[in-house]
């Protein structure tokens, strides 16, 4: 297993494909972009599946989720997830995805036995879409998620970040678009993980600001007041249900007591926590000729320092240099 000193257990693991993506959104990266990873740094396909068979085979991963950057960027992503769906025990295999592209390709996605996507949508109006993503692609992403959901990966579900003063309007529209098309809606606080280090936390829409807006909107309750386990999201029943609605408070409402992630960086890097400040380097020790058993033995051992808690509230609290696209979600 891959244990901490306190006793959580990672069992789903978040595999970022690429750093590089197609959207410009002002709480990842600067409008100009970033500088993305030399071609010969990145893991190749291989590399990937290697890995990938060593967490589920060897330490106890029951969950994958494909990230990036914007993983549909990946070409061998449908060869990826056909071998890693192949795998026994099979995993449950996932894909976080801005949506463009995922019109072309979810079909074949589906095929290759992947169980959903998770899809990000912050507004449903193309001139705030152009203003936070810095790209006209509103329609793309819109298609993608009625693609995802005609081929079967669902529940298709979306998450969306609210900015104060840029779309913090749109909690009650973006949940009623959502349950029109049977996507489960989650509502993400704004994290520090921008490459510009400019979020702050007065900016930042709560999680107790985003359930007063949804409140005052719909009747919700609690989906399981008593326990949610590892789950990230706090889930509330619409009307009664069975269409639900999902607030994750990774800043005001942190979840790290239950946490069962590792992430594993398209650079072959093992991150234990989001806000990490250390890594683990993987891939050098395989290009080294490293046996799966010392591949073993390094994860563990990365997994093992992990942290209590992100630290957000400390005051010695610092960034990760990583922004998130870089890190994978």
């Known amino acids: 297993m891959l244990q901490d000193s306190f006793g959580r257990v990672a069992t789903d693991l978040r595999v970022s494909l690429t750093d590089r993506c197609n959207l410009r959104c002002s709480y990842c990266m600067p409008p100009e972009g970033l500088e993305w990873l030399p071609n010969p740094e990145l893991l ?27 993983p549909l960027l990946r070409r061998e992503l449908v060869d990826i997830v056909t071998r890693t769906t192949a795998l026994g025990p099979t995993p449950q295999v996932s894909l976080t995805t801005n949506g463009i592209g995922l019109s072309r390709m979810a079909a074949s996605l589906a095929a290759a036995g992947l169980h959903r996507v998770n899809v990000s949508l912050d507004t449903l109006d193309r001139e705030t879409f152009k203003k936070l993503a810095h790209r006209d692609r509103l329609a793309d992403v819109l298609a993608g998620l009625e693609a995802a959901h005609a081929s079967g990966l669902r529940p298709v ?31 993400i606080e704004q994290m520090p993980l921008d490459a510009q280090h400019g979020w702050r936390r007065e900016n930042m829409i709560t999680a107790d600001e985003i359930l007063v807006r949804l409140q005052a909107a719909f009747d919700l309750t609690d989906a399981d007041p008593v326990e949610r386990g590892s789950a990230p999201a706090e889930l509330f029943l619409v009307k009664g249900g069975p269409a639900r609605v999902g607030v994750i408070g990774s800043v005001t409402r942190p979840f790290c007591g239950a946490c069962d992630r590792v992430r594993l960086t398209a650079d072959g890097q093992i991150r234990n926590c989001l806000f990490a400040t250390d890594e683990s380097d993987l891939r050098s020790a395989m290009r080294s000729g490293a046996s799966d058993d010392e591949i073993v033995e ?7 320092i992990k942290k209590a808690g992100h630290g957000i509230d400390d005051p010695t609290f610092l960034q990760p240099s990583r922004p998130m696209s870089a890190i994978g979600g």
């Open 298 to 304: 390094r994860w563990r051992s990365a997994v093992r």
């Open 44 to 70: 190749t396909a291989d590399e990937i599946v290697r890995l990938v068979t060593i967490g589920v085979e060897r330490l106890g991963i029951t969950e994958v989720r494909y990230t990036g950057g914007e």
């Open 157 to 187: 579900k979306v998450n969306a970040v609210l900015m104060r003063g840029i779309n913090d309007h749109e909690a009650v529209p973006l949940l009623r678009y959502c349950l029109e098309r049977e996507y489960e809606l989650r509502f």
